[in-house]
Nanobody, 124 residues
Framework: QVQLVESGGGLVQAGGSLRLSCAASGRTFSIYAMGWFRQAPGKEREFVAA????????YLADSVKGRFTISRDNAKNTVYLQMNSLKPEDTADYYC?????????????????WGQGTQVTVSS
């Protein structure tokens, strides 16, 4: 099993920044990639970003390219989502997830473990 704990959410004005963190513990050696998803009220959970533990290849949704960055600290088993130029439409619960999938991890079903979520609210 892998346990994931997110932190860093909060309330920010449009144009501001936030950094989310996700600390992984347990059988992390089984993980190929870590990702972030978000779910706004009344909407489906959607892919935001992902990064491979080995090599650091990153994947970003088109809606966040140029504004969000995903990075990792392998020594700390922690993944970060730096969110800049935030918009009201970025408001959602953000979830960290871990994947044992060796392909391109951009679908919900590619992920095996999930965190509890952290709320991000962007005011206009």
């Amino acid at each position: 099993q892998v346990q994931l704990v997110e932190s860093g959410g909060g309330l920010v004005q449009a144009g501001g920044s936030l950094r989310l963190s996700c600390a992984a513990s347990g059988r992390t050696f089984s993980i190929y990639a870590m990702g972030w998803f978000r779910q706004a009220p009344g909407k489906e959970r959607e892919f935001v970003a992902a990064i491979r533990w080995s090599g650091g290849t990153t994947y970003l949704a088109d809606s966040v390219k140029g504004r969000f960055t995903i990075s990792r600290d392998n020594a700390k088993n922690t993944v970060y989502l730096q969110m800049n130029s935030l918009k009201p439409e970025d408001t959602a619960d953000y979830y960290c997830a871990a994947s044992k999938f060796s392909g391109t991890p951009q679908r919900l079903y590619h992920y095996d473990y999930w965190g509890q979520g952290t709320q991000v609210t962007v005011s206009s």
